[in-house]
């Protein structure tokens, strides 16, 4: 039976392991969060921005922080991506659940830096959360966002696929960038394209503007469920079967000829 030692030692070890990489989620999702919806706040005293300005502002911080926090975490930055990799076996369960707090605190503290560096912009709720469009249903909006987050979640694990094939893709943060800034593009006006749910549940939590929140976490959530499990189950081909003593071809060394 464990004692209270041997759960302490294990705990420390624990968080040796992983310490960096929620430390890379935290910084990753602030910086993601902070400077993504900065793109969107208006300025100049124009009420509205367009939509390339956000659309190249998430896909370019994604870049950025692929690359420098990449190689300490994998840099996920968003809850849906992480259940992905815990569903695609690459991301063990508490591991997983680490990434999720670490992202949300991250995406907090990403928001507060904004609502202090803009206040003017930032303040008024709902300045910076995501809503459906007025024509858009909510459950539209629902399957809109894991449509969007399934594309994403798909392209990471075609990215994952080829590392464990011994193939990584040195242009696989440039290749997601450009993902999240088309996946904007694509939705950003039906219903915000949050596919991360830390992104839209930290300016509901600092405003307390929770119209429509579960649409940001059960769109992106499902679809990047789906999109994972087709990926392992479906799309990734099977390990060949070791052929039985039946299976050997007549020309094997069992064979005369």
Request: glycine share 10%; aromatic share 14%.
């Given at each position: 039976m464990p004692t209270d030692e041997t759960e302490s030692a294990g705990v420390a070890a624990w968080l040796r392991r992983w310490w960096r990489a929620l430390l890379a989620e935290l910084l990753a999702t602030?910086?993601?969060?902070?400077?993504?919806?900065?793109?969107?706040m208006p300025v100049l005293g124009k009420d509205k921005v367009m939509l390339a300005h956000p659309a190249m502002a998430?896909?370019?911080?994604?870049?950025?922080?692929?690359c420098a926090f990449g190689p300490?975490?994998?840099?996920?930055?968003?809850?849906?991506?992480?259940?992905?990799?815990?569903l695609y076996g690459r991301l063990g369960a508490l591991p997983a659940?680490?990434?999720?707090?670490?992202?949300?605190l991250g995406a907090v503290l990403g928001f507060g830096a904004l609502l202090t560096t803009t206040p003017s912009a930032a303040a008024a709720a709902p300045a910076g959360c995501t809503l459906p469009a007025p024509s858009v249903s909510a459950l539209g909006a629902a399957a809109i966002e894991a449509a969007l987050t399934a594309v994403l979640v798909l392209a990471c694990c075609g990215l994952w696929r080829a590392h464990d094939d011994a193939r990584p893709d040195p242009a696989a943060p440039i290749k997601l960038g450009l993902v999240v800034a088309g996946l904007v593009y694509a939705g950003g006006h039906a219903t915000g394209a949050s596919i991360n749910p830390a992104r839209s549940f930290a300016p509901a939590l600092l405003h307390g503007h929770?119209?429509?929140q579960w649409v940001y976490w059960a769109g992106p959530l499902g679809g990047a469920a789906l999109a994972a499990l087709l990926h392992r189950f479906v799309l990734t081909p099977r390990a060949p079967r070791a052929a039985a003593e039946h299976d050997i071809p007549l020309t094997d060394k069992h064979d005369p000829a």
């Open positions: 602030a910086l993601l969060v902070w400077l993504g919806i900065a793109a969107m998430f896909g370019f911080v994604v870049i950025g922080n692929a300490a975490s994998g840099a996920h930055m968003n809850p849906a991506v992480t259940l992905a990799a815990l659940l680490g990434y999720t707090l670490a992202q949300l929770w119209d429509y």
